[in-house]
Every structure is written in C-alpha cells, then in structure tokens.
C-alpha cells in the first residue's frame, strides 16, 4: 500500500488494456497468482481476442510511469447454455441468445490496494454486463482459502452459490473453489427447496392469522346483547345521516 506519509495523491483511471501493456500485465499475473497463464491468454487480452478487459492507471504517479497498470480485471462472455451455471438461472431455456460475463482474473499491485480499484474494476464489469439486453449475470471462482476475495465478492453483494470440491489442482495438491453469482437484467436464481419451504410456512403462518383474526370478530359480536347490536346499527345510520347534511351544508357555504 501506498505509504501515508507520502504526499503523492493517486489519480487513478480506467481504460481498455492495451497491446503496450502486455508484459506489465503478465508480470503482475506472476506476482499475484499461484496459477501460471500461458503467453496466449496474454496476447488474448491485449489485443481483445474474445475477453473484454479493464486496466487502472495512475496519471500522477511521482516516477513517471503514467500509463503504467496497476489493476486490471480480465472477463469473458459465456453463452448461458454452455456455461456451468445454467442450472443456477430462471429463465426460459428456450432463448439461446442469453448470456453470462465470467470474470477470468481480478487484480491489484501492493502499494494501491485498499484504495477502491479492486471495487471500481468490478463495478466496471457489472455496468458491461447490465449494458448487454440478454447477459443474466456476472460469475467468478474464488480459491477455498483466499479468505480476503471471497470477503471482497459478498461485500460486492454477489451470491455465493456453489462448492466446488478439488476445483483447482496446484502444485500436485486439489483446492475447493467457490462460485460466486452478481444477477443483472432480471436474472435469478431458482428457489431452493429451502426457499419453497420457507415461503410455504411464511403464506399459512398468514393465512392463519387472518382466519383466527375472523373467527374472533366473529365471537365477539355473538356475545354482544342483541339489543345493543340494534342500538348500534341505529347509531351508525344517525351518524352517516349528520355526515351527509353537514356535507351540504358546508356546499352551500361555499
């Protein structure tokens, strides 16, 4: 992070990457990351081949360096049928012109972390997606014990909707991945078995309410002596009567 001391002020913007941007951006995926991307993905990203990408600049960087990434986000587009949340989403299966972004990397040098980058590169990616008629939402993997990504996403309110067991295989060891979902245009998530119960018992907890309600309503004008119910009706049609020749009477005032 950026020292506190110092009396450099971050400017930070936002830009497509570039081709000219492509060895600081592999080298930044080396620092960061413990999977290792082939030299295509790179090329992919700088010239835009299928993945649609962000960058974050520094214009007032004290060095110079002035273009130089110190963020990215990397995304691709995913047809909602081929994707593997597909069974995540409600909506009719017959339109196979929906979609999904997938965010494929994510990520911030050390001295501008904690500055806002990481949620305004995110933030970026959830207007892309919105901008898209058919795109039902934003999904990403997050490793099981990268603690502080899985915090990040939930505060970026996506859905943690999945475990995936032995996901990732890293230096001869398996590690479980998370799945996390941001809905856009409408999109949704089926109702669990959970959910079903618990909209269930919400609907008759309510229904039942409402008849105890009526049964009480009931039982109390039976108690009533018959002749105050008739004193009270009486008092009823006297007191709609005044209401009516006050009405006029204000009319004629006017």
């Known amino acids: 992070m950026l020292d506190s001391s110092s009396t450099h002020s971050p400017t930070i913007v936002y830009r497509p990457i570039r081709p000219s941007d492509l060895d600081v951006l592999e080298q930044i995926h080396i620092a960061l990351f413990p999977v290792r991307y082939e030299r295509e993905f790179f090329l992919d990203v700088v010239h835009g081949r299928g993945i649609v990408s962000w960058g974050a600049i520094d214009i007032n960087r004290p060095d110079g360096r002035n273009d130089e990434l110190i963020g990215f986000v990397t995304t691709r587009i995913i047809p909602g049928k081929d994707s593997e949340i597909e069974d995540l989403f409600r909506y009719n299966a017959s339109r196979n012109d929906l979609c999904l972004v997938y965010i494929l990397t994510l990520g911030v040098v050390d001295d501008y972390r904690c500055l806002g980058v990481a949620s305004s590169l995110v933030q970026e990616v959830i207007k892309y997606a919105a901008s898209i008629a058919s795109c039902r939402g934003v999904y990403l993997h997050v490793i099981s014990y990268n603690q502080p990504a899985i915090n990040f996403y939930k505060k970026m309110l996506f859905r943690l909707v999945r475990k ?91």
Not at 178 to 192: A, D, E, K, T
Not at 204 to 230: A, I
């Open 164 to 254: 995936l067991s032995h996901f990732y295989y890293i230096r001869g060891c398996h590690y479980d991945s998370y799945l996390f979902v941001y809905y856009v245009n409408g999109g949704r998530s089926p109702c669990s078995p959970l959910e079903i119960v618990t909209a269930f018992i919400m609907y008759f907890r309510g229904f039942l309410r409402m008849l105890v309600s009526k049964l009480q309503r009931t039982e109390s004008n039976k108690n009533l002596p018959r002749w105050y119910r008739c004193k009270e009706t009486n008092s009823l049609l006297v007191n709609q009567n005044k209401r009516i020749i006050s009405a006029d009477d204000s009319c004629q005032h006017v």
